[in-house]
């Protein structure tokens, strides 16, 4: 469903991402772990078109996504594949309800009728019904997080790329987010997630890629990846973040 071939990113003279091969198969839930600044982030915004990388090919569910791709076409390929980001980015002067339409009538022409009646059902999917009304300002970092979730299913997309969906919050937060995320994994939903959540790459995902100094180091599936990784450097990665994992 998503293929990247090859694929280098520059910034400048600094390379981002080095000859990184990764695909992702439909329903799969693939977990991107590694240090800060490995690439990861870097990663998925390449994948959903809002960063051009320099090298390489990115195809999606059969589609190229070529670096210089026009707006038009771009759009088209990248309403598929939802993305929920690290700090919710949620329209301020909309209400919970009015952020959840807003993008399905607009890009898919949903009648507004039928874009709320969606709103609601994704709204009461992630525990938020009685929030329709309110405004972001109102709403806990993690609510505004299940409410970006159900803003990225109002489009239906036939994928969800997450870029640290936690990490913005407070621990006591984490949970509930993570709680929305399971559930969407054991339905199907084709995931991508950036995190450092270790026991969530552990226990829900279906294959977890570590990434480094803008490299692929290693994968796998993850209970194996976790007991007995192959290379050094994921060794050393892992001996530090793994202390707090039950």
Known sequence: MIQATGLHKFFGDRHVLKDVNFAVRKQEVVALIGPSGSGKSTLIRCLNGLERYSQGEIVIDGNRLYPDL????????RRELGM????????????VLQ???????????????????????LLAKVGLLEKRDVY???????QKQRVAIARA???????????????ALDPE???????????????????VVVTHEMQFARDV?????????????EQ???????????????????????STLP
């Open 136 to 142: 972001p300002n109102r709403l806990s970092g993690g």
């Open 99 to 121: 952020n959840i339409i807003e993008a399905p009538m607009l890009v898919r022409r949903i009648p507004k009728a039928q874009a709320v009646d969606l709103a609601e059902q």
């Open 205 to 217: 995902s279906s294959r977890v890629v570590f990434i480094a100094d803008g490299a692929i180091i």
């Open 173 to 191: 937060l984490v949970g509930e987010v993570l709680k929305v995320m399971r559930d969407l994994a054991a339905e199907g939903m084709t995931m």
């Open 153 to 167: 299913l109002a489009m239906q997309p036939r994928a969800l790329l997450f870029d640290e969906p936690t990490s």
């Open 84 to 95: 929920v980001f690290q700090n919710f980015n949620l329209f301020p002067h909309m209400t």
């Open 220 to 242: 796998g599936e993850p209970h194996e990846f976790f007991r007995q990784p192959q290379q050094e450097r994921t060794q050393l990665f892992l001996e530090r973040v793994l």
């Open 70 to 77: 026009p707006i038009k076409q771009l759009s088209q390929i």
